[in-house]
């Protein structure tokens, strides 16, 4: 009876071992989806960030650039206005500032 009585005790012993085992394995199974799940996530995250990123400095850059060619415009206007000032007009503004410019022996 002893006998028989230690070895129902090892075959019980031997079923939990399987099962410890048969349930580490299946951990480490659930553990090594989840690993490749996020891998996944994280990989298209950055994917969808990265994009995000190039489309943000296209839009950006094109931004800046139109906003360049406006204010070049304005300066050209402002060139061409300058450039077009009849001479006696600037004989008049020369002449007002000419006291400030020269020193007092050439006034």
């Known amino acids: ?4 009585l230690l070895q129902a005790v090892i075959k019980v012993e031997s079923e939990i071992h399987q099962s410890i085992e048969s349930e580490r394995k299946k951990a ?14 994280l990989e298209a995250k950055k994917q ?29 206007r402002l060139a061409e206005h ?4 009849p001479d006696d007009i600037l004989q008049d503004v020369v002449r007002e500032f000419l006291p400030e410019i020269l020193p007092e022996e050439h006034r």
């Open 28 to 41: 480490a199974e659930w553990l090594e989806s989840v690993r490749i799940s996020l891998s996944q996530e």
């Open 48 to 76: 969808q960030l990265e994009e995000e990123y190039a489309q943000a400095l296209e839009t950006t850059s094109t931004e800046c650039e139109i906003k360049a060619r406006k204010e070049i415009a304005v300066v050209h």
């Open 1 to 4: 009876m002893e006998k028989d």
């Open 82 to 85: 300058l450039e077009n000032i």
